[in-house]
């Protein structure tokens, strides 16, 4: 049966390579045109499930024995396009999560995705969802973002929250950038919480907050973004505006925030909500881990199943920080069964944090048992595949 036109688009000139694993022929032929307008060439998948097709352009071997894997285009591509069913294809043929994958939805096509749907996504890494052909220009842009951190590793996303009000969270999620050895991003997602720009007495310094980012819908230059942002040392952050109505941040303003870091090759952790709303589901599915600060108490595990029940189908990995003291005896197993998720770390109560943080905001010592757990996280085979530092028990 002869092949559509255009589908052997892969030239001999082509240094890069987007692979495409799409059925809707509306879908591949906008994915088809931006790429080729980009530069890029492109290998289309059903030239592998075919049995009697063949590789096209400078990928054609000069024995059918010589053609790459499907697996090894997975692993070597800078992008890959999918659209729904093309993922489903992924998770069944066992590839594995990587950087760089875009899906793609007709007009229309903006409707959550059905729970089967958006684990696969999950699951792979997508990073970015395009309705085409309306988003084709921020799509391009994407792309171009995708190719220029090619060969260096992409930042890692971390997003954290609480079983319970007063868990914790947003202490912790600052500790992680504090404890982090080189530049990080702390994005305040928490419209209602006491502010990441408080907790390090830094509500008063200049820089952007989120209604001054609002409107963007496009890509941010990586070292544009961190310029702009206020930090303290090598921290940046982004929080709400002191005295303004709350309100969520706007989704497309925080895609373009965790792109851009993560373009950078820099670490982001998201102060969670508790509660799902748009922004907060994004965050979850661009995070590399998700983590959850349950206090060790039966109340705190009884609020973390209810947080569980929202934030697991979304997120591609998640585990807990079990935070003493745990005034009932209740062991950390028996908090990580109650929970049904792995102890990433336990930590003991942080000595005169209150009055510290009244008086010069968070500070991390050597011995503190913040920056432990906050290290546990960072060598999280989710953050750092070549790290592993096993988690202590003591509460």
């Excluded at 590789?55 to 790459?68: F, I, N, R, W, Y």
């Excluded at 489903?88 to 959550?112: K, N, Q």
């Amino acid at each position: 049966m002869p092949k559509p036109p255009g589908t052997d688009l892969v030239h001999p000139a082509h240094a890069e390579v987007a692979l495409a694993r799409i059925d809707d022929p509306e879908l591949l032929a906008s994915a088809r045109r931006i790429t080729a307008s980009l530069g890029l060439g492109i290998v289309e998948t059903h030239q592998y499930d075919d049995p009697g097709s063949t590789l096209p352009g400078a990928l054609a071997p000069s024995s059918t024995s010589e053609a790459p894997s499907l697996r090894k285009l997975w692993e070597s591509a800078r992008l890959v396009i999918l659209d729904d069913h093309g993922a489903r294809r992924c998770r069944e043929d066992g590839l594995g999560r990587r950087g760089g994958i875009i899906s793609v939805v007709g007009r229309g096509g903006t409707a959550p995705p059905s729970p089967d749907a958006w684990r696969d996504h999950v699951a792979l890494g997508t990073e970015h969802v395009f309705e085409l052909p309306d988003d084709e220009h921020a799509m391009m842009q994407a792309i171009s973002g995708i190719r220029a951190r090619s060969g260096t590793n992409p930042g890692r996303t971390i997003a954290v929250t609480g079983a319970c009000g007063g868990a914790g969270a947003t202490v912790f999620a600052s500790a992680l950038a504090l404890a982090h050895a080189k530049e990080a991003l702390v994005v305040d997602l928490d419209s209602h919480g006491c502010g990441i720009d408080l907790l390090l007495s830094a509500e008063n310094d200049p820089g952007p907050r989120w209604n001054d980012i609002a409107a963007i819908t496009g890509s941010i230059a990586p070292e544009a973004l961190w310029s702009a942002l206020p930090s303290r040392g090598a921290t940046a952050f982004l929080a709400h505006q002191r005295g303004a109505e709350p309100a969520p941040p706007s989704p497309r303003a925080l895609e373009a925030i965790l792109a851009s870091a993560r373009d950078s090759g820099r670490l982001t952790v998201c102060d969670m909500p508790r509660a799902g709303d748009e922004s907060a589901t994004l965050a979850l599915a661009a995070a590399d881990l998700t983590v959850i600060v349950v206090p060790a108490n039966l109340r705190a595990c009884a609020a973390a199943q209810k947080v569980m029940r929202w934030a697991r189908p979304r997120s591609r990995d998640i585990g807990i920080i079990v935070r003493g003291p745990a005034p009932s005896g209740l062991a950390v197993t028996t908090i990580s069964q109650a929970c049904d998720a792995r102890v990433i770390a336990t930590m003991r109560p942080e000595p005169r944090l209150d009055s510290r943080l009244d008086a010069h905001g968070l500070r991390l010592s050597v011995r503190s048992p913040l920056r432990k757990a906050a290290l546990s996280v960072l060598a999280d085979p989710s953050i750092d595949p070549g790290s592993y530092i096993a988690p202590g028990r003591t509460l």
